[in-house]
């Protein structure tokens, strides 16, 4: 120290300099706030654009299952038909069926397969079978067997094979 | 953090000191210790004042020193405050700046009045003309060092090579050279002296009670019949204030040879038995060697003169504190 004062403080910028650098200083932090606004703003965006398409996948996946379960249901539904046209045909075979048993001839079991009858009953005699349910029964199927067995009271238990042969 | 920038920045430092009517100025450019340009000019004191102004408007970073001359200030081999109170000076009434060996004090009053005086430059840095001498001596014990200005003279005496013992300063009579077209003349009113001399003054503008002056001044006017004669009036003039200035010389090498007279007996008598063996004088303008002969005949001593500058030294000083 060699002065007896001290020196007056000084400013590192005159007083217009300031001003201007105040100036500069707010724009760029508005400038880089707003760039920071932005930046966000697209990082988030691009966070959503990821999980929407996560999402479209996740989307897509469910359409695909619930494609696959509107086809099922629908073959379902076709199956559903079918098989409730054949019962609908398979009660209306059956009533026929019932219509074609005459008085003398009693029915003791019936079996129906997918392309077979199988008629269990009795008969007084075998003449009476014959010539009333046979004929309706041959003209149905395309090929018919019938077994006879005498019963003690003389009357026929009978045993009808009847099978249909679909056209190949 | 200041000084980091400080590194990148460019001060500009000012140094002025006061002759009887104008500033004598050196203005550096500094940039991280290192000169970039260094002018000096000579300006009366609006002028100054404009320079000053300018310089702060083109750079903030500006210092402006200067030294002052006043009488109140000395130095002590010392920084003790007992030594201060050895020597009977009273520590309330001082400013004290500690160097390595020794202080240098200067009354506050003299500070404060100083500062107001140059209220219109912000003067930063006030150093005291004794370090003009203390920065350039020599190795030597037993030497007297003065240096010489055009409107003061200070004696500074090692015994010991390292501080000096003794210090005194002495002001050149200026009122027959005072400036009377200064208007700041009455700021200047800080010592009795100056009181006297306005005084003075007003008894001369007294003296012109006679309108009779005024009307031979008009009749020397009406004289005035080319313009010849006006530059012949302006050449007397001229050859009149070189008179003046021969004669403001002489009788300030006169008043120079008494105080560095007195200054040695009082030396002698009242701070050391040593004899003096060496001698220099510092000037800044000019020397001439009839003065320096006048002065080895007085001191028994041979003088070896030594050319400095003033306003560097100032500078440099200021460059110093600055970096402090």
């Not at chain 1, 996946?61 to 054949?86: A, G, H, P, R």
Request: hydrophobic letters at 35%; one cysteine or more.
């Amino acid at each position: 120290m060699y002065s007896f004062t001290k020196a007056n403080k000084k400013n590192i910028f005159a007083e217009d300099t300031k001003l201007w650098l105040i100036f500069i200083g707010a724009i760029s932090s508005m400038m880089i706030f707003f760039s920071l606004f932005l930046v966000t703003k697209s990082y988030l965006y691009k966070k959503d654009i990821k999980n929407f398409k996560q999402q479209i996948t996740q989307n897509n996946k469910q359409i695909n299952d619930f494609s696959k379960k509107i086809e099922f249901i629908k073959k379902e539904k076709i199956l559903y038909t079918k098989i409730s046209v054949n019962n609908e045909l398979l009660k209306d075979g059956v009533k026929n069926l019932l219509d074609l048993i005459p008085d003398p001839i009693t029915l003791t079991n019936i079996k129906i397969e997918k392309n077979s009858l199988y008629i269990y009953g009795i008969t007084p005699r075998q003449d009476v079978y014959n010539i009333l349910l046979l004929p309706p029964l041959k003209s149905i199927f395309t090929d018919t067997k019938t077994n006879f067995y005498q019963m003690d009271n003389g009357w026929y238990s009978f045993e009808s094979i009847n099978i249909l042969k679909e056209d190949k | 953090m200041f000084k980091l920038i400080q590194y990148f920045i460019k001060e500009t430092l000012i140094a002025f000191y006061k002759t009887k009517d104008k500033y004598i100025v050196q203005k550096k450019e500094v940039k991280n210790n290192k000169i970039l340009s260094s002018e000096n000019f000579e300006f009366k004191e609006k002028e100054f004042i404009k320079f000053i102004n300018s310089c702060f408007i083109e750079n903030t970073q500006t210092y402006i020193s200067t030294i002052i001359d006043t009488f109140n200030q000395g130095i002590v081999d010392s920084c003790s405050h007992s030594k201060y109170k050895e020597l009977g000076i009273n520590l309330d009434n001082i400013k004290i700046l500690c160097l390595k060996d020794y202080s240098i004090f200067i009354g506050l009053y003299e500070i404060n009045q100083f500062q107001k005086k140059m209220k219109k430059f912000k003067i930063d840095y006030i150093f005291s003309p004794y370090l003009l001498i203390d920065l350039n001596k020599k190795d030597t014990n037993n030497s007297l060092y003065i240096l010489l200005t055009d409107s003061f003279i200070i004696i500074l005496i090692y015994e010991d090579a390292k501080k000096p013992k003794y210090s005194n300063i002495y002001h050149f009579k200026l009122e027959d050279n005072i400036d009377k077209t200064t208007s700041d003349e009455e700021n200047d009113i800080d010592t009795f002296d100056d009181i006297d001399n306005l005084v003075d003054d007003i008894e001369e503008i007294d003296d012109i009670e006679e309108i009779d002056d005024i009307d031979d001044l008009n009749e020397d006017i009406d004289d005035v019949d080319s313009l010849d004669d006006i530059e012949n009036m302006q050449t007397d003039q001229n050859d009149d204030s070189n008179i003046q200035e021969e004669i403001s010389d002489v009788k300030n090498e006169i008043e120079s040879l008494d105080f560095i007279k007195n200054s040695i007996k009082d030396y002698y008598e009242n701070y050391s038995d040593n004899f003096l063996e060496y001698g220099y004088i510092f000037y800044e303008d000019e020397m001439s060697d009839k003065f320096i002969t006048h002065i080895e005949n007085e001191t028994f001593l041979e003088i070896k003169k030594e050319k400095i500058d003033i306003l560097s030294i100032i500078n440099d000083l200021a460059l110093k504190e600055i970096n402090v």
